[in-house]
């Protein structure tokens, strides 16, 4: 849960840094396209974040979205906590058993398995991250 001032930065910014910014990857410029709706989840639930801010890059045809980086989300849309868990949870067993029965009941998350998955696949490829 975010504090009091943090929600009012969020509401305030929604990841908003002007009309252009330049490209985490190639470096240009890249222009403001508008606003989108984020939703991701927590261990508290789903989670909108209305009118985030989104910037396409023509050169490299990536997107960005400032607000993600600022959350720590993942591409998955959890956050660090739930992806943590979930990635817990995938390494006791099946990745079935581990969508279906542990996540419900540890964190009433409802995920489907290959979002379990590739959660926890893509841990074991940044070691001591988590």
């Given at each position: 849960m975010l504090a009091p001032l943090g929600k009012r930065l969020l509401k305030h910014t929604r990841g908003y840094q002007g009309s252009s910014v330049s490209c985490p990857s190639c470096q240009r410029p890249s222009k403001f396209q508008g606003s989108r709706d984020k939703k991701f989840i927590s261990l508290l639930g789903e989670i909108v974040i209305e009118d985030s801010a989104y910037y396409h890059w023509p050169a490299c045809h990536t997107g960005h979205v400032p607000i993600?980086?600022?959350?720590?989300?993942?591409?998955?849309?959890?956050?660090?906590?739930?992806?943590?868990?979930?990635?817990?949870?995938?390494?006791?067993?099946?990745?079935?058993?581990?969508?279906?029965?542990?996540?419900?009941?540890?964190?009433?998350?409802?995920?489907?398995?290959?979002?379990?998955?590739?959660?926890?696949?893509?841990?074991?490829?940044?070691?001591?991250?988590?």
């Amino acid at each position: 849960m975010l504090a009091p001032l943090g929600k009012r930065l969020l509401k305030h910014t929604r990841g908003y840094q002007g009309s252009s910014v330049s490209c985490p990857s190639c470096q240009r410029p890249s222009k403001f396209q508008g606003s989108r709706d984020k939703k991701f989840i927590s261990l508290l639930g789903e989670i909108v974040i209305e009118d985030s801010a989104y910037y396409h890059w023509p050169a490299c045809h990536t997107g960005h979205v400032p607000i993600d980086a600022a959350l720590a989300l993942a591409a998955r849309r959890l956050t660090p906590a739930a992806e943590e868990l979930t990635t817990l949870a995938g390494t006791v067993g099946s990745f079935a058993v581990a969508a279906e029965k542990l996540l419900p009941k540890m964190a009433g998350l409802g995920l489907g398995e290959s979002t379990l998955e590739r959660a926890t696949e893509a841990a074991d490829e940044r070691p001591g991250q988590l």
